[in-house]
């Protein structure tokens, strides 16, 4: 019965969550379709599908039903938009996506680590979302500070919900992956920026984006990094607090007598044996 509303919320969730947002705000020159299918926007292609691929595979929490799952809507959206076999290149490129988000998120519904590493690339591509449309705003750096600082603080958070505290093991490779998922994503961009070039300058304005982006991150918002870890402690503690205590482990060795859990007919087991009696040698006759 889970399955009648988990996998039409996760075909909801996989176009809201990757495409919706800029669906609305208008594709390049005016289209109108689910998903785009020109070069500029290759990145929304990688970072959509992946972004609704992991909350996909969190509401279907089935990795045999996830990836089938996401490829039928994937190519059934792409078929929707009108867009030819010409540009299979992009489709290959969205279902691939799609199909890692999934992998993750569905994985992630078993381990709670494994769901934040997951989410650290969305969660990265949203929080650059607001600097794109406030370039010149006053409060630009604080505003920036604080969605970033909030996006690390519920990765950690969201890597200790079953566990608890032994999982905050993984907090410094899971921050050092939340950072380098903004690079990611300035990588994409930048590789989106280049594509009428040839591969070479492709792939090298896609490494310059990636590791460009790695100073100006830490130099500039290292304090809210900081801040997001502090926030994190106490939301984890609370949560801790919340979750039941462990059962006690079972006794190796029960008070109760062997009568609780035997038949009447072994009773003699708890008889005590009786005293044997030595019966003195005999001599050997003649």
Not at 85 to 109: E, K, P
Not at 141 to 156: I, M, P, R
Request: net charge neutral.
């Amino acid at each position: 019965m889970r399955y009648l509303w988990s996998v039409p919320a996760a075909v909801i969730a996989w176009f809201v969550v990757g495409f919706a947002p800029t669906y609305l705000d208008g594709l390049p020159g005016d289209a109108t379709t689910f998903v785009p299918a020109v070069d500029s926007r290759v990145d929304l292609l990688v970072l959509g599908g992946f972004a609704g691929g992991v909350v996909a595979g969190l509401l279907v929490q089935r990795l045999r039903i996830t990836v089938p799952l996401l490829l039928v809507v994937a190519a059934g959206t792409w078929g929707l938009s009108g867009h030819s076999l010409d540009t299979r290149g992009l489709l290959i490129t969205l279902l691939v996506a799609s199909a890692v988000g999934g992998m993750f998120g569905a994985l992630g519904t078993r381990s709670s680590v494994v769901a934040a590493f997951g989410l650290a690339l969305p969660i990265a591509w949203y929080a650059l979302r607001p600097a794109a449309e406030l370039e010149n705003w006053r409060w630009l750096w604080q505003l920036n500070g604080l969605l970033v600082a909030v996006g690390l603080a519920l990765l950690l958070y969201v890597a200790c919900w079953r566990r608890g505290w032994p999982s905050a093991y993984y907090w410094l490779p899971l921050a050092a992956t939340y950072v380098a998922s903004f690079a990611v994503v300035d990588g994409v961009k930048a590789m989106a920026g280049a594509t009428n070039g040839s591969m070479d300058e492709i792939a090298n304005a896609g490494t310059d984006g990636f590791f460009d982006a790695f100073e100006p991150l830490l130099r500039n918002y290292w304090p809210w990094l900081v801040l997001a870890v502090l926030l994190a402690i106490p939301m984890v503690a609370l949560k801790v607090r919340a979750l039941p205590p462990p059962p006690p482990p079972p006794a190796r060795h029960d008070d109760r007598g062997n009568d609780a859990v035997l038949s009447d007919d072994l009773d003699w087991i708890d008889r005590e044996e009786p005293k044997r009696r030595l019966l003195p040698r005999r001599e050997p006759v003649g």
